[in-house]
Nanobody, 115 residues
Framework: QVQLVESGGGLVQPGGSLRLSCAVSGSMFSMYIMGWYRQAPGKQRELVADITSRGNTNYADSLKGRFTISRDNAKNTVYLQMNSLKPEDTAVYYC?????????WGQGTQVTVSS
């Protein structure tokens, strides 16, 4: 079973930055499309960004320019750099790995943006 472990969440003031990391077990990391999703209280889970095995990226329109997704295939890790954070970015952030019809999820990490 593939395991995804997120880290890096926490409390940050508006305008601040955080970097989330997600470590993935197994030997197939380089083949996965990796993504970050988030779910705010009372809302549906939504895509933040994803990145293909070749490094092509895709972002939610509302987050372009503030968030950056990247991956290190040698470390089996995907990152999400979040800058200029706003209170509305408060959510649980989930790491996702997918290949064909197989989807794997991490347990989530809480990000709270508040003064």
């Amino acid at each position: 079973q593939v395991q995804l472990v997120e880290s890096g969440g926490g409390l940050v003031q508006p305008g601040g930055s955080l970097r989330l990391s997600c470590a993935v077990s197994g030997s197939m990391f380089s083949m996965y499309i990796m993504g970050w999703y988030r779910q705010a209280p009372g809302k549906q889970r939504e895509l933040v960004a994803d990145i293909t095995s070749r490094g092509n990226t895709n972002y939610a329109d509302s987050l372009k320019g503030r968030f950056t997704i990247s991956r290190d295939n040698a470390k089996n890790t995907v990152y999400l750099q979040m800058n200029s954070l706003k209170p509305e970015d408060t959510a649980v952030y989930y790491c996702n790995a997918r290949i064909t019809t197989l989807w794997y999820w991490g347990q989530g990490t809480q990000v709270t943006v508040s003064s």
